[in-house]
């Protein structure tokens, strides 16, 4: 079936004229038609959208134009990044209504692509969470076990590739919002360097970590997506301009004389036992394959998870001031005072997550306390960086564990904020330090559920997490493997 | 590092324009007493000589997409149009006269 193929491999069908684009979208939409129902990655539906730019690109393939690699090629948006004309509600009530004026720059980019826009996937409200749990709509179901999260909070979108009701998504990585899904997921996901992709469009969350990234079928797709998205954008004065290199240059099968390091810090008590296995069997393929695995330490892994909640609430405390039922969105509209009208606006148009980090960033931010939270945070960000730099003088990539659980089960930890909070345990470290980092598929625990193997570089050395994780995919099965999700929604 | 009361929790929401029942502040006093102390744990770092991070690329600062090693971001002063009025009003929940409508702010009387 042609929903179940890469980007890569639909894009030499395409330019073949073996099959069009529309035939591409009414594929993809058959799929969502059968598993959807079950998996409810999407929040928004656009196929007459989809029709329309998939003609465009049939037009252009017809005529026989240069067409780029990812003309035609259905995507799915996560609900956090803006898109004209079609509604954007990160998931909460309180934007329920929101239709943006403009495209983020990322937008922009796949539609100078050519790429079809599938629809717009569930989250965790405001990207906050672990398990798109605390999405204001619905539970996000993983295609490898429906009574499992797909993790978060980009869950829909890493759910939607998984569920192959997408050729491939974009997230965006906060705290491993990206990475850790996609392991869940069994799919390949990619946070990259802070900085290298424009974040104008995307609804900010906390905007020193915010990043925004690629779900793929496999490695190459990623770097295809990689090279559509990454640039400076002078709507975004956070976006760098270091040269953006051709990323399927870095699709090289050979890791012989690359240094990868693995973290002691990560592999503590908190750690599944089986996935603690399956990252040690892969660091072993990769040696296998010449590279030189050794051990390295991060000594302030500990303290990122203390770290990040109070610099993510923080920034967003500050970030979602703008909710205020004035200029977009949900207001309550009987209030005869303007203060009111903020505090009922706000109270019921965010959900409980929300407003709990809202609350915890107002605190960390207030007077009297600003020091030893706040100011405490940033320092122990800095410690955290410099573990990395440290490591960076020795190994070219570090190779852990993204998750130090496989997907649990949905409601399993909704009542424990923090034990929620924790599931981030081994995302949020290279958040700190901006880092790019990619999960890729490498095996599965007893019970079937997926493991993905988080591999870090230092900031801007994508070429080198690509070329290690092309190689590993290259050398493996894991990525083939596809959930069975039957249309009456049992997993078989 | 302190903790929070039910007292501070109502100081906060206000602060953050939120409002809560008792039940509801019972509530988030609980479980952000809880994750406070959690994040208590950063007092076991010494920090009083480290330098605060408040965004990764410090001392690289680009211009226009081009590196400059400058201090600031700039990009030239472009005079444009901005969006459309009525397309900015589309997405508002209350608009009159090309404005935004708000409950009222200023009392008439005075």
């Known amino acids: ?492 | 590092m302190a903790t929070i009361t039910t007292e501070g929790v109502r100081h906060v929401a206000n602060l953050a324009r939120l409002e809560f029942n008792d039940e509801e502040t019972e509530h988030f006093t609980e479980q952000l007493t809880r994750i406070l102390d959690y994040i208590g744990k950063l007092n076991e770092l010494e920090t009083d000589d480290v330098p605060p991070t408040s965004h990764i690329h410090p001392n690289q600062v680009f211009i226009m997409g081009s590196q400059t090693g400058a201090a600031h971001v700039a990009k030239p002063d472009v005079v444009k149009s901005s969006y459309p009025r009525e397309e900015v009003l589309a997405n508002a929940p209350e608009a009159e006269e090309g404005y935004f409508g708000v409950p009222r702010v200023v009392d008439r009387s005075h």
């Open chain 1, 1 to 492: 079936m042609l929903y179940e193929l890469t980007a890569h491999a639909l894009h030499e069908k395409l330019k073949n004229r073996e099959i069009t684009a529309v035939e591409l979208v009414e594929s993809v939409y058959a799929r969502i038609d059968a598993v959807e129902p079950h998996v409810k990655g999407y929040l928004t539906l656009t196929k007459d959208l989809a029709l329309e730019q998939a003609d465009r690109a049939d037009i252009g393939f017809q005529q026989g134009d240069e067409m780029p690699p990812l003309a035609g090629i259905p995507i799915a948006i996560k609900d956090v990044i803006c898109t004209k004309g079609v509604r954007t509600t990160c998931a909460s009530k309180i934007l329920e209504t929101f239709v943006p004026p403009y495209d983020a720059t990322v937008m922009t980019k796949l539609h100078e692509q050519g790429m079809v826009m599938v629809g717009k996937t569930n989250m965790d409200e405001f990207a906050m969470g672990s398990s798109t749990e605390n999405s204001a709509y619905q539970i996000t179901h993983n295609p490898w076990d429906l009574d499992a999260i797909p993790g978060g909070s980009s869950g829909g979108s890493a759910a939607v590739v998984s569920a192959d009701t997408a050729i491939c998504s974009l997230g965006s990585d906060t705290g491993g919002s990206i990475r850790q899904p996609a392991a869940l997921c069994g799919v390949v996901g990619m946070k990259p360097t802070y900085g290298r992709v424009s974040r104008y469009g995307l609804v900010a969350f906390a905007s020193s970590l915010d990043q925004i990234g690629p779900f793929t079928k496999d490695v190459t797709d990623c770097a295809l997506l990689l090279n559509a998205i990454c640039g400076s954008d002078t709507m975004d004065a956070t976006s760098v301009g270091v040269p953006v290199p051709d990323f399927t240059q870095s699709l090289i099968n050979d890791v012989k004389g690359l240094k990868i390091g693995v973290p002691k810090e990560y592999f503590t008590s908190a750690l599944d036992a089986e996935i603690a296995d399956r990252v040690h069997t892969a660091t072993a393929v990769l040696e296998g394959l010449g590279a030189t695995v050794e051990e390295v330490s991060l000594p302030h892994t500990e303290y990122a998870i203390a770290t990040y909640y109070i610099i993510a609430p923080a920034e967003a405390s500050a970030n979602l001031a703008r909710y205020d039922g004035v200029r977009y969105g949900y207001r309550n509209g009987n209030p005869e005072d303007l203060i009111t009208m903020y505090k009922r606006t706000r109270s019921e148009g965010f959900g409980e997550e929300v407003k709990r980090r809202i609350m915890l960033g107002t605190f960390a931010l207030s007077a009297g306390y600003q020091d030893a939270y706040y100011k405490k945070a940033q320092k122990a960000r800095t410690l955290i960086k410099s573990d990395f730099d440290a490591a960076f003088e020795k190994v070219d990539v570090i190779a852990t564990p993204t998750s130090p659980t496989p997907a649990f089960k949905i409601g399993e930890r909704t009542a424990d904020p923090l034990q929620m909070y924790l599931s981030d345990v081994m995302t949020t470290p290279a958040s700190h330090a901006g880092l790019p980092g990619i999960s890729v598929p490498c095996g599965f625990v007893e019970s079937g559920l997926p493991v993905g193997l988080q591999l870090l570089g230092a900031p801007f050395a994508e070429e080198k997490v690509l070329r290690v994780a092309y190689t590993f995919e290259q050398n493996t099965e894991h990525h083939r493997q596809k959930p069975q999700i039957g249309t009456d929604g049992v997993v078989s």
